[in-house]
Nanobody, 128 residues
Framework: QLQLVESGGGLVQPGGSLTLSCAAA????????IGWFRQVPGKDREGIPC????????FDGDSVQGRFTMSRDVVKNTAYLHGDHLRAEDTAIYYC?????????????????????WGQGTQVTISS
């Protein structure tokens, strides 16, 4: 069975950092593209734009892309979402998703359509 298993959610203080893990089971993560999403109950799912952890470009610190980056460990068959300078509005359930036949560390499809495998989600709460 092909699965994505997420972990790393929890309570984080405002301004803090967090890393979420997305472990692939039953398939090689390197053969898929990975996307990240989040959703607040009662609101639409929101895609998180791709930005590599090694990307040194300046982004607006107020934007999601300015505070979230992605990485992947092929040996561990796991993708990661890193959040920095987190805010209360980042509170949500976070999901990873994999799309077949796109070999890229990160694939951003804003609607979430087209992903073949979804993780179960992990709750992230930003609060003091």
């Amino acid at each position: 069975q092909l699965q994505l298993v997420e972990s790393g959610g929890g309570l984080v203080q405002p301004g803090g950092s967090l890393t979420l893990s997305c472990a692939a089971a039953g398939f090689a993560l390197d053969d898929y593209g990975i996307g990240w999403f989040r959703q607040v109950p009662g609101k639409d799912r929101e895609g998180i734009p791709c930005r590599s952890r090694s990307d040194s470009r300046r982004f607006d610190g107020d934007s999601v892309q300015g505070r979230f980056t992605m990485s992947r460990d092929v040996v561990k068959n796991t993708a990661y979402l890193h959040g920095d300078h987190l805010r209360a509005e980042d509170t949500a359930i976070y999901y990873c998703a994999a799309v077949r036949n796109i070999k890229a560390p990160c694939v951003y499809i804003s609607t979430g359509q087209g992903y073949d495998i979804w993780g179960q989600g992990t709750q992230v709460t930003i609060s003091s």
